[in-house]
């Protein structure tokens, strides 16, 4: 395993049998942390970006299989944010020193482009020095175009997985996987810093799916990656599927640190619920980004992807406080820079 985490290291890829072996095993674990370390030191130092999440809606008229707030599931709880509610939460957001607002919610027809165009330059006027993220699934060409005049920086979207099979067992058959794929190079063709991602563990995924995914993500050239394990929701069919792992994810975290040196790699909240020490962690292993929520505390609970998610109960400014104990418990700091990728 050395070899290949040496050769990974000095030229960013590797064969795909090559990765095969090195998702795989288990070995040198420490010495492929050390790495993905010494990489994102070499670039970001110790610095770790914060992303203010909002989670505007957890209506959603998709049907994935895995989620929580999935369309069938009637016993999600649903809300959405008012405008006033999200400037609210920017406001907070502002004065705890978060200089970028992710908006994110399922797919919801309620939040057209006019409201979102709206609040997208309301924000930029308000806080010109701010990065606005939106991370509000599929939409149209025309959409994502006026969202971007309106101001918007980013879009997190994640691919899922790059393989068509895969995405048909982990889809109701009217998504379409062609459509995302093409979101996200309609995304990056109008200019979007963007966001890709998968989650680790999904029921079916083989390792040769992984490997489609790091190829994926080589051909998009994303600014940021979003990886977390898979986590089942009781009110899903996958409901008895058992989770990814930590291991494997951190196994990741530091593959992908090496082949895309200046990505912006987040410690998800999925790292941090399948471990109590899973988001430092995954900063130990090359994450260099973290997403506290900013919600308002009583739909927290409701925006509930999976069971178990983590920073439910606490307030902003709490999980804020939390977040920099740890950050600063591993040796980094929190930056209160916008965070743009190098
Ligand atoms: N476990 C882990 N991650 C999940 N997501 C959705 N459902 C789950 C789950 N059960 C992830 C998806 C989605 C992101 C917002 O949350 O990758 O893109
Ligand atoms: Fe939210 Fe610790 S990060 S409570």
């Known amino acids: 395993m050395k070899n290949l985490i040496e050769k990974l290291y000095s030229t960013g890829n590797l064969t795909d049998s090559e990765f095969q072996r090195l998702i795989d095993s288990n070995e040198d674990s420490g010495l492929l942390a050390e790495y993905a370390d010494r990489v994102r030191r070499k670039y970001y130092g110790n610095k770790v970006f914060l992303r203010g999440l909002i989670?505007?809606?957890?209506?959603?008229?998709?049907?994935?299989?895995?989620?929580?707030?999935?369309?069938?599931?009637?016993?999600?709880?649903?809300?959405?944010?008012?405008?006033?509610?999200?400037?609210?939460?920017?406001?907070?957001?502002?004065e705890l020193g978060f200089r970028t607002f992710v908006m994110q919610g399922g797919e919801d027809?309620?939040?057209?482009?006019?409201?979102?165009?709206?609040?997208?330059?309301?924000?930029?006027?308000t806080y010109p020095d701010c990065a606005v993220t939106l991370s509000l699934g599929e939409r149209s060409f025309e959409s994502?175009?006026?969202?971007?005049?309106?101001?918007?920086?980013?879009?997190?979207?994640?691919?899922?997985?790059?393989?068509?099979?895969?995405?048909?067992?982990?889809?109701?058959?009217?998504?379409?996987?062609?459509?995302?794929?093409?979101?996200?190079?309609?995304?990056?063709?109008?200019?979007?810093?963007?966001?890709?991602?998968?989650?680790?563990?999904?029921?079916?995924?083989?390792?040769?799916?992984?490997?489609?995914?790091?190829?994926?993500?080589?051909?998009?050239?994303?600014?940021?990656?979003?990886?977390?394990a898979f986590i089942p929701h009781h009110d899903t069919p996958f409901a008895n599927e058992k989770a990814g792992t930590l291991e494997l994810t951190l196994r990741l975290l530091g593959i992908l640190r090496l082949m895309f040196p200046k990505v912006l790699l987040p410690a998800t909240t999925a790292l941090g619920t399948i471990a109590p020490d899973g988001r430092e962690r995954g900063l130990k292993t090359g994450c260099n980004v973290v997403m506290p929520n900013l919600s308002p505390v009583d739909?927290?609970?409701k925006y509930s992807l999976y069971d178990n998610k983590i920073c439910t109960g606490e307030e902003a400014a709490e999980c804020v406080a939390c977040l920099q104990r740890r950050i600063e418990s591993v040796g980094y700091e929190i930056s209160a820079e916008r965070g743009d990728a190098l």
């Open 55 to 94: 989670e505007i809606s957890s209506y959603c008229r998709n049907d994935c299989l895995y989620c929580g707030i999935r369309r069938s599931n009637r016993n999600a709880g649903r809300y959405r944010l008012s405008r006033k509610e999200i400037l609210s939460c920017c406001e907070t957001g502002y």
């Open 144 to 228: 994502y175009r006026r969202m971007k005049d309106a101001g918007a920086d980013r879009y997190l979207l994640r691919h899922e997985t790059a393989s068509a099979e895969l995405y048909g067992k982990l889809h109701p058959s009217e998504m379409s996987f062609e459509n995302r794929m093409e979101c996200l190079f309609n995304l990056k063709k109008l200019g979007y810093q963007v966001g890709a991602g998968f989650m680790v563990g999904v029921p079916f995924q083989t390792t040769q799916d992984i490997i489609k995914d790091l190829r994926f993500l080589q051909e998009l050239k994303p600014q940021m990656i979003g990886i977390g």
């Open 299 to 301: 739909v927290r609970k």
């Open 109 to 125: 027809s309620y939040f057209t482009d006019d409201f979102m165009c709206s609040l997208i330059s309301d924000i930029k006027n």
